[in-house]
C-alpha cells in the first residue's frame, strides 16, 4: 500500500509505525532520557518512539517540546520519522535545529487524520524522498 | 545560524516573507538535557545578540535560592551554562513565565514572537498582540533576527474565531470564582484544540489571574495559541467582531456536566492522602499572594508548601516585608523556576495539590507525583489539616 505524504523535511526511513491514540506535548509527555511516552494520561504511555514512524493525530501544550526533539535526536533516541497531521511549527523546529548541530535528520511528513487511519502500530513501513509511505496492509 | 533556522522555519510553514517583531520572550533557557546548552553556547560563540527587547521565561534553577532546586552537579552546572548564554545574547533575566506581569506587556495589534505556551495564549487573547506558538530555538532566532515568519496569528484573517462557546447554562457564581477558570481551560484545551473558539458570558470584569490560568490551562490540554473571549479580548469585543463580521460555524453550549468532567481529569487520585502542595504556574503575582496572605492567618501548614513566582514579585514581597512571614508561616518561596521543571519536590514521591490546570497536567509524568485538584483556599485548608478538603458544593 502506497500513501502519498507531503514532506516538510525530506528523506528516508524505515521501520515499525507507531500511531499515537491521542495528541501528545513532547515535553511532560516523552522522557528525553529514554524515548518513551511518559505521560502515565496518556493512552500509548510507555510505548517506546524511538526508531519508530511515529503517526501523529495531533501536538499539544509545550514550546518546549521542540526542545525534547532536538536531545532525543542529540543521544539517538528519536523517531526513524513523524507523520504528522498537519504542518506544526515545534517538532519539525527540533530536527531543523538538530541538521544545523549535525545531530542527523529524519523525514517529517504531513498526511492528514482521515488518511493516517490506514497505518497501524506494528506494521512495517518505509518513507521515501518524495513523501510516499509504503506501508504493510494487515497484521 | 540563526537566519538559517529561520529562513528554514519559515519556508517550511509556508510564510512568504519574515515581518519585524517588537519583542521576544524566550522559552529555551530551562534545561532539558545537553543539547540546548551547546545550541545556545554556538549562537554566543558566534556572536549572536538580540535585536529587539526579550524576556526569558523560567529557568532550571532558582538563582536566588540556589538550595530549593536539588539537581546533581552535571544538571546543575549545564542548567546554569544555559541560562548564562541566553543572557550573554542580550536577554533580560526575567527568569519568569508570566512575562506580562513583569513589564512585557506588548501593544493591541503589535506583532512579537513569543515561546511558552501560556505566554504565548495570554500575548494573544488577553493584550491582542500578535504571535505564534514560537518552539524553543525558533523564538531566539527571531529576536536575534528581530524577525518572525508571516504565517498563522499575525495574519488577521487567521485570528477569527468559528467556533461559539454559550457560557450562558453555567451559574454567574461559579464564574466569578478563580476555580473555574483552570477546568474551563481543560475542557476547552481539549474540545476545541487547534480551532479558534470565542467563550462568551464570561463576567467582563474577570480578572488577569484568571485569564491567565484559563490560558495556561488551554495551552496544556490543547495546542491553542488564541481563544477570544467576548468582550475582553482587544479584537473581540462582540462575538460577530470575534468571527472577523461573520456568524460562528458551530456553537457548543458549554453545560455543569462538561466542566465537572474536565474537573475530574485534573487529578489523578481521589482519597484523602495529601503531600505537597504547590502553586504558581504560571507564576503567581502579587494579587495571588494577597489572596494565599488573606488564608494564612489561624492555619498551620504541615506539609511542604511551594509557591513558584517571578523575581520580580519576590522583590516586592521583600520591600513590603512580606517575604519573611511567609516563610515563617510555612510557605516556601521558590524564584525563577517551578516544580514540574526541575527538581525541587521532596524526592519520594506522593500526593502533590494545586490550584493550577497547568501543573495539575504536567505534574504526574514530570515529578512522579499523583495529582489533586482544587481551589487556593481548598489547597490551603488541606495543608493545615493534612488531608484533601475540597469545596465540592460550587460544582452543583
Redesign the interface.
Given at each position: 500500500m502506497k500513501l502519498a505524504a507531503v514532506p516538510?523535511?525530506a528523506g528516508r526511513a524505515e521501520g515499525e509505525v507507531l500511531k499515537l491514540e491521542q495528541?501528545i506535548?513532547f515535553?511532560?509527555?516523552v522522557d528525553?532520557?529514554s524515548g518513551r511516552i511518559?505521560?502515565?494520561?496518556h493512552p500509548d504511555h510507555d510505548r517506546e518512539i524511538a526508531g519508530r514512524i511515529l503517526v501523529l493525530p495531533?501536538?499539544?501544550?509545550?514550546?518546549?517540546?521542540?526542545?525534547?526533539m532536538?536531545?532525543l535526536?542529540?543521544?539517538g533516541r528519536a523517531p526513524a520519522a513523524l507523520v504528522l497531521a498537519?504542518?506544526d511549527?515545534?517538532l519539525?523546529?527540533?530536527v531543523?535545529?538538530?541538521r544545523?548541530?549535525d545531530?542527523g535528520s529524519i523525514p517529517v511528513l504531513i498526511l492528514p487524520r482521515e488518511a493516517q487511519s490506514a497505518l497501524k502500530t506494528g506494521a512495517r513501513a518505509r518513507i521515501e524522498q518524495d513523501g510516499g509511505i509504503y506501508a504493510e496492509t494487515s497484521r | 545560524?540563526a537566519m538559517?533556522?529561520l529562513a528554514?522555519?519559515g519556508r517550511?510553514?509556508?510564510a512568504d516573507r519574515l515581518i519585524p517583531v517588537a519583542s521576544a520572550h524566550i522559552?529555551?533557557a530551562?534545561y532539558?538535557?545537553?543539547?540546548?546548552v551547546?545550541?545556545a553556547e554556538?549562537l554566543v560563540a558566534g556572536g549572536a545578540k538580540v535585536a529587539v527587547p526579550s524576556t526569558l521565561n523560567v529557568g532550571g534553577l532558582d538563582l536566588l535560592d540556589p538550595d530549593n532546586v536539588k539537581a546533581d552537579a552535571h544538571r546543575h552546572d549545564m542548567a546554569l551554562r544555559l541560562m548564562r548564554a541566553y543572557e550573554t545574547m542580550g536577554c533580560r533575566a526575567t527568569w519568569t513565565c508570566s512575562p506580562y506581569h513583569a513589564g512585557h506587556r506588548p501593544a493591541f495589534g503589535q506583532d512579537v514572537a513569543w515561546?511558552?505556551?501560556n505566554a504565548?495564549a495570554f500575548c494573544n487573547s488577553v493584550l491582542g498582540a500578535r504571535t505564534?506558538?514560537?518552539?524553543?530555538?525558533?523564538?531566539i532566532c527571531c529576536a536575534i533576527a528581530g524577525r518572525a515568519p508571516r504565517y498563522?496569528l499575525h495574519l488577521p484573517e487567521k485570528r477569527r474565531a468559528t467556533v461559539l462557546i454559550d457560557s450562558s447554562a453555567i451559574s454567574p457564581a461559579l464564574k466569578r470564582l478563580d476555580v473555574f477558570y483552570p477546568v474551563l481551560g481543560c475542557w476547552y484545551?481539549a474540545e476545541i484544540?487547534?480551532e479558534i473558539g470565542v467563550i462568551d458570558g464570561l463576567p467582563a470584569d474577570c480578572s488577569e489571574d484568571q485569564l491567565k490560568a484559563l490560558s495556561a490551562a488551554v495551552?496544556?490540554?490543547?495546542?491553542v495559541g488564541l481563544f477570544h473571549v467576548a468582550g475582553r479580548t482587544p479584537e473581540a469585543p462582540t462575538v460577530t467582531a470575534a468571527c472577523g463580521g461573520d456568524v460562528p460555524a458551530r456553537t457548543i453550549r458549554l453545560t455543569p456536566e462538561m466542566l465537572r468532567a474536565a474537573r475530574d481529569?485534573l487529578s489523578?487520585v481521589t482519597g484523602e492522602t495529601i503531600d505537597a502542595v504547590a502553586l504558581g504556574s504560571p507564576h503567581f503575582s502579587l494579587g495571588e499572594f494577597d489572596a494565599l496572605e488573606a488564608l494564612l492567618p489561624g492555619k498551620r501548614i504541615r506539609i511542604p508548601f511551594f509557591v513558584c513566582t517571578g523575581r520580580n514579585v519576590v522583590a516586592e514581597l521583600e520591600r513590603r516585608g512580606r517575604l519573611a512571614p511567609l516563610k515563617q508561616a510555612g510557605v516556601t518561596v521558590v524564584a525563577d523556576t517551578c516544580v514540574?521543571v526541575a527538581p525541587i519536590l521532596p524526592a519520594k514521591a506522593g500526593v502533590l495539590m494545586t490550584n493550577s490546570g497547568k501543573f495539575a497536567?504536567?505534574t504526574?509524568?514530570?515529578t512522579g507525583y499523583a495529582v489533586v485538584y482544587g481551589s487556593l483556599a481548598d489547597c490551603v485548608a488541606s495543608a493545615a489539616t493534612g488531608r484533601v478538603m475540597r469545596d465540592e458544593t460550587v460544582w452543583q
Open positions: 516538510q523535511i495528541p506535548s515535553w511532560g509527555g528525553p532520557k511518559s505521560d502515565p494520561r495531533g501536538m499539544i501544550g509545550s514550546s518546549s517540546s521542540s526542545y525534547i532536538l536531545e535526536m542529540a543521544i498537519e504542518p511549527a515545534i519539525g523546529l527540533g531543523v535545529v538538530a544545523e548541530m545531530y | 545560524m538559517r533556522i528554514e522555519m517550511m510553514l509556508g522559552d529555551g530551562l532539558h538535557g545537553d543539547s540546548g551547546h545550541f554556538r515561546g511558552e505556551s504565548v505564534n506558538r514560537y518552539g524553543d530555538f525558533l523564538d498563522g484545551g484544540g487547534g495551552a496544556s490540554s490543547g495546542a481529569r489523578t514540574v497536567h504536567y504526574p509524568a514530570n
